[in-house]
């Protein structure tokens, strides 16, 4: 039986990260096999980028990057669900595309040349939920954590947070409200999830 393919998406201080892991917690008390991944990994192209080894690129060059991490970690993907295993991701293809298509310093990268870019490499998931949350709220959240990266800016997030919105629409992904309260929002994904299991 192939697994099913779950996806968390949201601008940084969204809370994917730990609801990734509560929500592999509980499907695994179901008898759940399930394995939570990340993007960028912590694979060979991954690190690079997440080393900060890249610099003075444009975006567009960095969305290769992302792209490339992406293609790797999709073969991945599709042998883990190939092998029964439910897989959980904190961020996939629409993260290039929100956050590259937003201009960061420079000539930001068309959101259609990213989707085709995308397209012929990655896997459709089962489910995709969008944790929605205002760009000053997740700045909080970050505060607490440490240092920001270069994307942890609250102008920019609020331009990053317009284009999930509207990639939530033009792909049907379940948007959830992450400003309430851990508890409820964790509720509301696993009714989501409920529904395709």
């Known amino acids: 039986m192939t697994g099913i393919f779950i996806v968390l998406e ?6 994917k990260s730990t609801l990734c892991e509560r929500i592999k917690e509980a499907l ?3 008898g759940r096999r399930v394995c939570v991944t990340q993007e960028p990994t912590h694979d060979e192209i991954g690190s690079f980028i997440r080393e900060g080894r890249v610099k003075g690129i444009s975006q567009a060059a960095e969305a290769l990057l992302f792209t ?5 970690h999709t073969e991945r993907i599709c042998r883990m669900l190939e092998d029964g295993a439910d897989v959980v991701c904190d961020r996939y293809f629409a993260s290039t595309i ?7 310093g420079g000539r930001a990268s068309d959101a259609d040349w990213l989707w085709n870019l ?3 490499i990655i896997r459709t998931p ?11 709220k997740g700045m909080e959240r970050i505060g607490v954590r440490g240092a920001k990266s270069k994307f942890e800016d609250a102008g920019y997030l609020s331009d990053v947070r ?3 919105l509207e990639l939530a629409e033009k792909h049907s992904f379940a948007t959830v409200d992450a400003s309430k ?7 509301e994904i696993m009714r989501r999830i409920k529904e395709i299991i």
Not at 10 to 15: H, M, N, W
Not at 126 to 136: A, K
Not at 181 to 187: I, N, Q
């Open 28 to 30: 695994s008390a179901e």
């Open 118 to 120: 995308n397209r012929p």
């Open 181 to 187: 309260g851990r508890d409820e929002v964790f509720g």
């Open 10 to 15: 949201g601008i940084d201080g969204a809370g």
């Open 98 to 104: 929100a956050y590259q298509s937003v201009n960061l």
């Open 126 to 136: 089962d489910l995709t939920i969008l944790l929605d949350i205002d760009p000053e």
């Open 162 to 164: 317009k284009a999930y």
């Open 68 to 72: 490339a991490d992406r293609a790797v």
